[in-house]
């Protein structure tokens, strides 16, 4: 690995401790760099942090379940020696004003009984469904799992990776071409209604296309996330949908031991203010305190927008890839309210908290979610939103006292650019969390009453708080102009940059945003491959 | 029976005739069967209110593409192009714009946006023959890729990457991009941005935030020539006449109610009435839900086929509105001028927020409004100085929630008028006939499921796979049965192009 | 959690074992003592009384009923008459098997189908053009199968229907302890034998009052209650394949390999080609055409050989009572990989080690000698099996 240079004390400085810079890290120190992370907060872990707002209640503060998190990390970093535990989430449940709602559980049989209640048929074509997913997701984690292919190069090599791709496709049959195509291009609605009847089970199906995107779920493009649900079958994880022990802030402080054992230096309140970039090389990094630190290599887990026109400046960056980040759309749409609550609580019709111990989606119809992203379209936040809620402390009772609960929402639409302007977000932030309660209280009578404190993070929060621009968690949307060869800029696929010795390794690159590791893990693979050439990838 | 003849198209609108036409040939003898009394389907002027015409409920002529215009010799028959003429993009309280085929031709533009105009255009022009030619060629199987098809693939991708790496990488972004997120790239001011938009939202079950909406306008964008002097009847008519004169038999009137199929083979069709013509293809060029659905014996449709069509999504989301006017409304913003083409829309949102109510199975309280003015090329569709507007209106849904009852038909008029009235006020008076016809309507009169005019709604998968894996490539998994009109590639929309592309197919498949 | 069936209240208070299972989302049990074996020389030499209501059961009525069944399973269920069964599968597009099941005529327009999974969603999806409906009879009516020897004799005594003339897969309405059911002579043990068909509704339902009558009578006939372990034996003997054990449904394959035609598995006597289209008939034409890559066969597993093995590690055979549903592959003389042996089970009636198999079709000629695995002393052998044909267990009184 020549591009990282031992100049100065170190190899590498990787701006941002948040998983995927804490990935990148522990990846390349593994391989004997000598590497630094600086961490703006007090706490590691960026968007995957666990922070104790109320005394003994640990929340996941924004990102709430591990999801596809890469098993090649955890096997290869050690993760589990380092401390990482997953739960995996047991059930989804959809409650329903003046039903019992639907209750999807990870046994099979158990679940079609609850589907149908509501239409036998979809509860026939479940299995087959999923089966047509899990087919088409042994596909996609071909393209997760490593860089994104570029169709403009004439570079033999990807050439022939394109062609072993079209053919990898060719083999799953016609049906399954066309299914691709469909999933790349279809709103998750629409591929849902080729296959089911029910509202009830369509709508919480339908929000997975949705999530930390500014689209709906009737928007085409949407389908292809509902894939992500059937990874983890192949994955080798077995249900990759879990909780980490002691909030999400584990994955991340695993991962940091997991550099640190490899011999990586980690430092927190080390706010990077820029990047020092010189006759077009990156050279070191600015600290907020006016410390100077060199490194042959600095890599930015930051999204590119905050990379390039915050920490590098455009000054040292050409007119058109300046434009490219400039109308690369982060536009967040989500925010986060956590609570801590001193009882369960309660759904009418159900009993006991078995039917709690995975997510609650409050996703009562396609119209509904609808009307949630028109009002997030012209400026405002949903009234009545998307909540996809989750209990941890249920299954992982070391979050909060005995008896007592967390519980995390995710909650979309909340528009960055709300109507009065994002500035204007502090003013709103509790008519906003009242919104979201008032929702889940609808279906958890009692809950208001329940609750000892609430933290509500709308988007521009998120923007301040974390970093992250706009609010976007996953540092950019995944419309299918972002993904792939185009993430986060057109021929800047490959975690390079156009400033040489500056990389990227975090969620605005392939192969996008959630709690994955992925492009942490592939962007250290491709500076340990690199030939040091600073072409474009 | 007895083979009186060697094929019979199904559907004597722009593509049926055009696939017939081109199979006449060689002593080949074709019979188009149209089930309404006259031919050009949705290409056809009718009068709809007693001394006034209308040019066709599809009336841009501008898709029509030169080289089926050429394949058929039309120009022997009488078709001429002319000039485009100007679009004015009212405003309330403003001048609006008035749009151009030159940005120095066209008025209201900041000097901005007019450079970002020209930079615009010429980005389209630089990746319209490269799109054309996916357009203007048979299909490419991406599902069942064939050596040919990897060919034809490649070739497809040298087009594309003479473009330049940039522009490929640019065009790759772009195509499936929410034109709203395009356009507002290029473009400031909300007029331009919507009145771009507007073709790219119109006949879909979209708006201008919705992805792929982008690739709508690039199709047109990249395929827009002049149009066709006398509008969509008037190439009919050349049509019909190249027709007639390479020996193709039209009869009108006569509905075919089934394919008679044996053995996975096409025997002939049965026309209302009882009477059999024998035949070993039929090319139809009627929608293809209806086709296998209605016209062929449930079993021998094969299992995935039909469920295929089943979910070939074709949600009418337009209606047409035809006014007899007693002479040319005055738009406020350009007070006594007379344009042919008026858009109305002042904002993406202003358009979002019609289709918003197609979500919601409710018409737009403000609908967005493409209208045309053909009686000022064609005097004669109307009585001395009078005019006729044909208007398609953005959005209604054709599952109405309620359903289109008169009352829902009344409410969506006059939901057209408000805006007619807000950009012309006054025109109520000037108003001597109209005729409304909803999504339910067009499904009737013109045999169209959920009463969509592109037989199929143009979304980046169905475009892709157009209209079924099975059927992507004109021929069917019934042999001797072909499709010939808008719901196969390219699609919908009067470019004659599913037609000669079909045709093309059936020759070569050598019946 | 499974569903009770309409007899839960009985067979709950008669299952000592707790053994239990789930059956298609029904509590059925494996047997009502820890050993089964006295079930099974019930079923054999006596009576058994079995809980089939888990099995999917719907109605498709209409004036179109019989063309449509036709059309969608491989028979040609036209040429049905009234009160007659028949036992069928039905295949997908391509000509693999969904599912196999029976179809009973219950009169000109009404049949009852009877699947071993959900089905509905899959027929309505081929409705189009029929004048039928369906509707999913699974939650209103129980099933019990009485079968074995004594079985007629049972019945005479506690129905008012001539069971002496209810032949071979006929069907006939009947009161049985003044309970409307439905009587068919079939099942799933290869031997005489009935099932009941009952609403489920009341309170002391007529599905309890049912199950009390049978018990009654047969207290003098030997009559036992019986699980599944011990049917399972039963239906190996008969020769009967069962869905996601000797094949999969094509709805659950994700590869074409494991996918299985009706010719496959031994069900090309019920695949009727030359008739109005049905679905998969195509494909069946094909492959009748060219020959099926493998084909279903019975084998007989040498004692001898078994004997041997075990005789080597200085132990006698060992073999478990219940039948075993753990594929085990099939080789030839040379030790190649042929097919694979799906089911089996020691037949304490034919004192025969027997399996079902799916096996390349130059295998499938009876008499034809192959080798099948065995684990012995964990480790693996290959002992010598015959081909022959199924059914092995085959009574005179089952068709009489």
């Known amino acids: ?131 047509a997913m899990t087919k088409m997701a042994r596909y996609v984690r071909n393209l997760i799992d490593s860089p994104a292919p570029d169709p403009t190069s004439w570079n033999p090599v990807e050439l022939w990776r394109l062609l072993r791709l079209g053919r990898e496709l060719q083999r799953q049959g016609s049906d399954g071409v066309a299914m691709h195509l469909r999933l790349l291009t279809m709103s998750a609605v629409d591929f849902l209604d080729r296959w089911f009847e029910s509202e009830v089970l369509k709508a919480p199906m339908s929000v997975s296309g949705i999530i930390g995107t500014f689209l709906g779920v009737r928007s085409p493009g949407t389908a292809y996330v509902l894939l992500h649900h059937y990874m983890g079958e192949i994955d080798g994880a077995f249900r990759s949908w879990g909780y980490s022990k002691g909030g999400t802030g584990g994955v991340s402080l695993a991962c940091a031991r997991a550099a640190e054992s490899f011999g990586a230096e980690i430092r927190t309140e080390s706010a990077v203010e820029r990047i020092r970039v010189a006759a077009g090389r990156a050279t070191g990094v600015v600290l907020a305190n006016g410390d100077e630190i060199e490194a042959g290599t600095i890599v930015s887990s930051c999204d590119p927008r905050l990379t390039f026109l915050g920490l590098v400046g455009s000054k040292h960056l050409d007119g058109d890839f300046v434009r490219q980040i400039e109308r690369y759309k982060l536009r967040g749409s989500s925010g986060k309210v956590n609570l801590a609550v001193d009882r369960l609580p309660r759904f009418p019709g159900r009993e006991g908290s078995d039917f709690l111990r995975g997510d609650i989606a409050i996703a009562p119809g396609i119209d509904y979610l609808e009307r949630a992203y028109d009002q997030a379209k012209y400026g405002e936040f949903s009234e009545r939103p998307y909540i996809n809620a989750v209990i941890p402390s249920i299954m992982d009772p070391s979050v909060a006292p005995p008896g007592q609960h967390v519980i995390s929402m995710f909650v979309q639409y909340a528009p960055y650019d709300i109507k009065e302007g994002a500035d204007n977000w502090p003013a709103k932030r509790e008519a906003f969390g009242d919104a979201v309660v008032d929702t889940l209280a609808e279906y958890c009578p009692g809950l208001k009453e329940s609750i000892l404190y609430r933290q509500v993070l709308t988007p521009w929060d998120m923007e301040q708080e974390f970093g992250l621009s706009e609010g976007n968690i996953f540092h950019g949307e995944l419309s299918l102009e972002q993904l792939l060869f185009q993430r986060p800029a057109a021929g800047w696929a490959r975690y390079r940059t156009p400033i040489r010795n500056l990389w990227m390794c975090g969620s605005g690159t392939h192969p996008g945003g959630g709690l994955m590791g992925a492009p942490g893990q592939l962007a250290a693979q491709a500076m340990l491959n690199s030939n040091g050439k600073p072409s474009s990838g | 029976m007895t083979e009186r003849y060697d094929i019979v198209v199904i559907g004597a609108g722009h593509n049926g005739l055009t696939a017939a036409t081109l199979l006449a040939e060689k002593g080949r003898r074709v019979l188009v069967v149209e089930a309404r009394d006259t031919v050009g389907g949705l290409a056809a002027g009718a009068e709809f209110h007693p001394g006034y015409r209308h040019a066709g409920i599809l009336d841009d002529t501008r898709l029509v593409r030169p080289w089926v215009v050429d394949e058929l010799g039309l120009d022997r028959f009488g078709l001429r192009r002319r000039e485009p003429t100007d679009l004015l993009v009212p405003e309330t309280g403003g001048q609006g714009l008035v749009l151009a085929t030159t940005v120095k031709g066209s008025e209201g533009l900041s000097a901005n946006d007019a450079e970002s105009l020209a930079g615009y255009q010429a980005f389209l022009d630089r990746i319209a023959p490269g799109f054309a030619g996916l357009l203007d060629r048979p299909p490419i199987d991406l599902v069942d890729t064939g050596a040919g098809d990897l060919l034809r693939l490649g070739l497809a991708g040298l087009r594309l990457r003479r473009l330049g790496r940039h522009d490929l990488m640019e065009f790759l972004r772009v195509v499936p991009m929410p034109v709203a997120d395009w356009l507002g790239e290029w473009f400031a001011s909300d007029l331009l941005k919507a009145a771009l938009a507007g073709p790219a939202i119109y006949s879909t079950y979209s708006g201008p935030r919705s992805p792929g909406t982008n690739a709508n306008l690039l199709f047109s964008a990249a395929r827009s020539e002049d149009p066709v002097a006398g509008g969509a009847p008037a ?23 089934r394919l008679v199929i044996e053995a996975g083979r096409v025997r002939g069709i049965e026309l209302a009435g009882g009477e059999c013509v024998a035949t070993g293809s039929v090319a139809a060029s009627c929608d293809p839900r209806q086709l296998f659905l209605d016209l062929l014996p449930p079993a021998a449709l094969a299992l995935s086929l039909e469920a295929e069509l089943l979910s070939f999504r074709t949600r009418g989301t337009a209606a047409k509105v035809h006014l007899a006017l007693s002479g040319y409304p005055q738009f406020s913003s350009r007070p006594g001028r007379l344009f042919e083409q008026v858009r109305t829309g002042e904002a993406l949102d202003e358009l979002e927020r019609a289709f918003d109510a197609a979500k919601y199975r409710r018409f737009s309280e403000r609908p967005v409004l493409d209208i045309r003015f053909p009686s000022i090329e064609t005097p004669e569709l109307a009585p001395d100085g009078h005019h006729v507007a044909s208007i398609l209106v953005s959005f209604a849904p054709y599952e109405l929630a309620g359903g289109w009852t008169e009352s829902a038909r009344e409410g969506l008029y006059r939901a057209v008028l408000a805006v007619l009235d807000e950009y012309a006020p006054g025109i109520e008076r000037l108003i001597v006939g109209r005729e409304v016809l909803t999504p339910a309507d067009l499904a009737e009169r013109y045999r169209l499921s959920q009463g969509h005019l592109f037989h199929g709604e143009h979304a980046l998968d169905q475009l892709l796979i157009r209209p079924t894996p099975q059927c992507s490539k004109y021929a069917t998994p019934l042999a001797g049965l072909y499709l010939c009109g808008s719901g196969s590639h390219p699609g919908g929309g009067l470019t004659c192009a599913p037609g000669a592309l079909a045709a093309q197919a059936i020759r070569s498949n050598d019946m | 959690m499974p569903l009770p069936s309409p007899f839960h209240s009985r067979t709950s208070a008669r299952c000592r074992s707790l053994l239990w299972k789930d059956w298609a989302g029904y509590h059925a049990v494996r047997s009502y003592r820890s050993c089964h074996e006295p079930e099974y020389f019930a079923l054999r030499h006596a009576a058994g009384l079995i809980d089939v209501t888990p099995l999917f059961k719907y109605e498709v009525r209409g004036p179109d009923a019989a063309a449509f069944l036709a059309h ?284 079902l198999a799916q096996l390349e079709s130059a295998f499938a000629t009876p008499g034809e000698a192959v080798e099948i695995e065995l684990t012995a002393e964990y480790r693996r052998h290959r002992i010598a099996a015959t081909v022959i044909r199924a059914p092995f267990f085959n009574p005179p009184r089952k068709r009489a």
């Open chain 3, 72 to 355: 969608v399973t491989v028979r040609d269920i036209t040429r049905l008459s009234v009160g007659r069964v028949t036992y069928l599968c039905w295949c997908d597009g391509e000509g693999k098997v969904v599912d196999d099941g029976t179809v009973a005529r219950l009169d000109e327009e009404h049949f009852r189908v009877t699947a071993a999974e959900p089905t509905l969603s899959w027929f309505e999806r081929r409705t189009r053009g029929y004048r039928v409906t369906i509707e999913d009879s699974t939650p209103r009516l129980g099933a019990l199968a009485l079968q074995g020897p004594n079985s007629r004799e049972i019945l005479r005594r506690t129905t008012d229907a001539d069971i002496d003339a209810l032949k071979f897969f006929r069907v006939a309405q009947a009161r049985l302890d003044g309970v409307e059911v439905f009587i068919s002579r079939t099942g799933y043990t290869g031997d005489l034998g009935y099932e009941i068909w009952v609403e489920a509704a009341g309170s002391l339902t007529g599905a309890e009052r049912v199950y009390d009558a049978l018990e009654d009578a047969g207290r003098s006939f030997g009559l036992l209650p019986a699980g599944l372990d011990a049917m399972d034996v039963t239906r190996v003997e008969a020769g009967f394949i069962m869905n996601g054990v000797d094949y999969f449904s094509a709805h659950h394959c994700l590869t074409e390999m494991r996918k299985s035609s009706p010719y496959e598995l031994g069900l090309g006597w019920t695949v009727k080609l030359e008739r109005d289209p049905f679905v998969g008939q195509a494909a069946l034409e094909r492959e009748k055409r060219a020959g099926s890559r493998r084909a279903f066969v019975g084998l007989d597993v040498s004692w001898a050989d078994l004997e041997r093995v075990f005789a080597g590690y200085g132990l006698p055979p060992e073999l478990s009572s219940t039948a075993w549903r753990d594929g085990r592959p099939v080789y030839d003389h040379d030790g190649r990989w042929i097919g694979q042996a799906t089911s089996g089970a020691w037949s304490p009636t034919l004192k025969k080690n027997l399996a």
């Open chain 1, 1 to 131: 690995m020549t591009a990282i240079r031992k100049s100065g004390r170190y190899d590498a400085v990787i701006v941002g401790g948040g998983h995927n810079g804490l990935v990148c890290a522990a990846y390349l120190a593994r391989a004997g760099r000598k590497v630094l992370v600086l961490e703006r907060r007090h706490v590691l872990g960026g968007a995957a942090v666990t922070e104790e707002l109320y005394p003994g209640f640990q929340f996941s503060v924004c990102s709430y379940v591990v999801s596809l998190f890469r098993p090649s990390i955890i096997r290869e970093l050690e993760l589990a020696r380092h401390g990482l535990e997953i739960i995996p989430l047991e059930t989804a449940f959809t409650p329903r004003l003046g039903d019992r709602g639907l209750c999807r559980w990870s046994d099979p049989a158990r679940t079609r009984r609850e589907i149908s209640r509501f239409s036998p048929r979809d509860a026939e074509i479940h299995p087959e469904f999923s089966l």
């Open chain 2, 235 to 257: 190439l009919i008519g050349a049509i019909e006449r190249a027709a007639r004169a390479r020996g193709v038999e039209i009869r009108t009137g006569v509905a075919v109610t």
